[in-house]
């Protein structure tokens, strides 16, 4: 999606034949013969076909859901630990719980993004609206296997997803529909917008659910999935995934994204208002091609 030498270059604003970009495991007919009607978006194509077609995607994600099932074990035999920064009191003698994102961490939305390349469109609510609708999305390797392990042992699953609220009901035929374990009695999708006070920052929520249950871990593919990043520039980013460098991988499991995110927006300032060619324009000036390093002697 950065790749620069893409905006550097130009793709091609004549049709461009996708043959073989079949869909992958996901069902999603995109198909041979699919034409890009047009350059927006079109940075996304690796980034969505390394998700649909790449073994390394689907190892990256069942390698992160091992790591979690491992710590998940741990995490239950310590009752001193937590995960969630919002745990500030003694959670102890609160039974266990852990928080999961939805999108790109249980449900793969890439059939979506595939969608926007095919016709040269930037993300769109009606769209993503329409495929939300539809259900449809498969879950992410490993996902399922490990929610189901989780709860098995009494854990209760949360999934803390930027959503709207009125998505909330498509969200759970999804879910249902593979069979994700989605406790009764208790109102484990917590959507943005649906209590005040409850925007695209996740914190509210994280507090939410810490409020009532030890939170064992949180599995993401944001920064703002684990930690308030809203609006920080790429490199007050690092500092603060560098900051928390002991929880990954530990109480804190991310996913490979490269497809959207926090991360991309970051690039361009989240002005959502500017150009597809002004936001690529500024995405390619962040390219670090090494230029002013001190590479002499580096062939001695
Ligand atoms: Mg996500």
């Not at 069979?179 to 994280?206: C, M, N, Q």
């Amino acid at each position: 999606m950065s790749d620069g030498s893409r905006a550097r270059l130009g793709i091609p604003t004549l049709a461009l034949a996708l043959a073989g970009c079949a869909s992958g495991g996901t069902g999603i007919a995109a198909g041979a013969g699919a034409v890009v009607s047009g350059d927006t978006g079109v940075e996304g194509l690796d980034a969505t076909l390394w998700i649909q077609h790449a073994a390394e995607y689907g190892a990256s994600t069942e390698q992160a859901y091992r790591i979690a099932s491992d710590m998940l074990a741990a995490a239950l035999e310590d009752s001193s630990w937590t995960a969630a920064p919002e745990q500030r009191s003694d959670a102890s003698a609160l039974p266990p719980a852990i928080i999961l994102d939805v999108d790109e961490t249980v449900l793969d939305n890439s059939p979506f993004q595939a969608r926007l390349i095919i016709e040269g469109r930037e993300f769109n609510p009606q769209m993503w609206g329409e495929w939300i609708d539809q259900a449809a999305a498969a879950p992410v390797p490993g996902a399922l296997a490990f929610a189901l392990h989780a709860a098995a042992q009494g854990v209760m699953v949360f999934y803390v997803t930027n959503r709207d609220a009125n998505m909330e009901s498509s969200t759970r035929r999804n879910l249902e529909r593979h069979e994700f374990p989605l406790a009764p009695g208790e109102d484990v999708i917590l959507t943005r917008g649906e209590h005040e006070g409850w925007g695209s920052d996740k914190s509210s929520r994280r507090a939410y659910v810490a409020a009532r249950y030890r939170v064992l871990l949180v599995v993401g593919d944001d920064l703002n999935d684990f930690v308030t990043v809203t609006r920080s520039s790429a490199e007050e980013r690092d500092q603060i995934a560098t900051d928390h460098a002991a929880f990954w991988g530990r109480k804190w499991i991310i996913l490979p994204n490269p497809t959207y995110g926090s991360w991309e927006r970051a690039l361009y300032g989240f002005d959502s208002s500017l150009s597809p060619e002004e936001k690529r324009r500024r995405k390619a000036e962040n390219l670090n091609t090494g230029a002013g390093s001190d590479d002499e002697g580096l062939r001695d």
